[in-house]
C-alpha cells in the first residue's frame, strides 16, 4: 500500500491524518519539572503528544547547577530582595538543547505580549526552547540568550511556568490535526474578534430563552447572527480589537447596525474615574 492509500485507509477508518510535517519539539527548562508534566499530559496537550504532533520535554535545570549544591541562583549586585537566576546553568543548558532551528524564550512580565498572531507563528516552527525563570527575576545577560522575551498580561506570577504552559497549551492546539478542521474553521472565521454567544439545551432557562435563529436549521442565517453577536460583543468589551483589524464589506455593514441598534443604550464612557 502507498503512503498515500495508507493515509487515506486511516482516514476512512475514523483515524486523523497524519501531521505532513515533523513533529515540533519543545523543551522547557525548569526548576520545577512538577508544575509543568501534569498540565501538559491532559486533554488537548497530551492528544497532541500520543498522536506524535509535538514532543515536550521537561528539563530540570539544576542539573545545569554550580557546584557540590547545584547553585542556579544568587544575591542581586547592589542589594535588593530576592534571589536572580545565574548565567551559567542558563548558558550550560542552552550549550546541551539548542540547535540552529531552535528559537529560545523567556517567558518575562517586561516581554511582548502573547498573542494569538504569535501562537501561529511559534506553531510553525520546529524547536522552541523554554526557559522558566524563578526568584525574583534573571541576570540581565541571559537576556542575550534568548531570542524573544514574551509576557501573558500585565501581572506578575511567581515563575515563568504559568506563562509556559499557557503558551504552549495555545500553540499546540494550533499544529494541524490537533482539534477538528470545523472548529479551526470557526474561529477563523471570526479571527480577531470576541466569541459569539453560544447556547445548549435547555431552550429555556430561568426565562432566558435560545434564539430562535439558531433552531431555525438555516445555516445561513445562523453564520450570518453569528458574526454580528461576536462583532456585537467585541464593540462592547474590547473597542480597541476592532481598530486594528480589517473588516470585511459585510463585517462593516453588521457593525453597522450593531451601532445603530445601540444608539442611546451605549456604557457611560467616564464608568472607572478614580
Ligand atoms: N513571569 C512572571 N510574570 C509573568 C508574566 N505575566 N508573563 C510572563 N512571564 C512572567
New binding site residues.
Given amino acids: 500500500m502507498s503512503t498515500a492509500d495508507e493515509a487515506s485507509g486511516r482516514e476512512a477508518a475514523g483515524e486523523p491524518r497524519p501531521n505532513p510535517r515533523a513533529p515540533l519539539e519543545i523543551e522547557i527548562l525548569t526548576l520545577f519539572p512538577g508544575m509543568i508534566a501534569g498540565p501538559l499530559g491532559e486533554s488537548i496537550p497530551g492528544r497532541v503528544q500520543t498522536r506524535g504532533l509535538a514532543t515536550v520535554r521537561i528539563h530540570d535545570l539544576r542539573q545545569w547547577g554550580l557546584g557540590r549544591h547545584k547553585t542556579v541562583d544568587d544575591y542581586t549586585y547592589g542589594g535588593g530582595a530576592g534571589m536572580v537566576l545565574r548565567p551559567e546553568p542558563v548558558a550550560a543548558a542552552l550549550e546541551v538543547l539548542r540547535r540552529p532551528d531552535s528559537t529560545v524564550i523567556l517567558?518575562?512580565?517586561g516581554?511582548e505580549v502573547f498573542a494569538q498572531a504569535r501562537g501561529h507563528d511559534l506553531a510553525e516552527r520546529s524547536h522552541l526552547i523554554i526557559l522558566c525563570?524563578r526568584y525574583e527575576g534573571v541576570d540581565e545577560r541571559v537576556r542575550s540568550m534568548v531570542d524573544l522575551e514574551?509576557?501573558?498580561?500585565?501581572?506578575?506570577?511567581?515563575?515563568?511556568e504559568i506563562?509556559a504552559l499557557v503558551m504552549v497549551d495555545s500553540i499546540l492546539r494550533l499544529l494541524p490535526g490537533a482539534i477538528d478542521s470545523e472548529s479551526i474553521a470557526e474561529e477563523s472565521f471570526t479571527a480577531g474578534l470576541l466569541e459569539y454567544p453560544q447556547y445548549t439545551r435547555p431552550p429555556e432557562f430561568n426565562g432566558v430563552t435560545v434564539p430562535a435563529v439558531l433552531t431555525s436549521g438555516h445555516h445561513e442565517a445562523v453564520r450570518k447572527w453569528r458574526l454580528k453577536e461576536a462583532l456585537r460583543r467585541t464593540l462592547w468589551r474590547r473597542p480597541e480589537l476592532l481598530e486594528c483589524r480589517p473588516l470585511s464589506r459585510e463585517e462593516a455593514k453588521l457593525l453597522g447596525e450593531v451601532r445603530a441598534e445601540a444608539k442611546g443604550s451605549e456604557p457611560a464612557a467616564d464608568l472607572d474615574v478614580e
Fill in positions: 517567558p518575562d512580565p516581554g525563570p514574551l509576557s501573558i498580561g500585565d501581572y506578575v506570577l511567581s515563575g515563568g506563562p
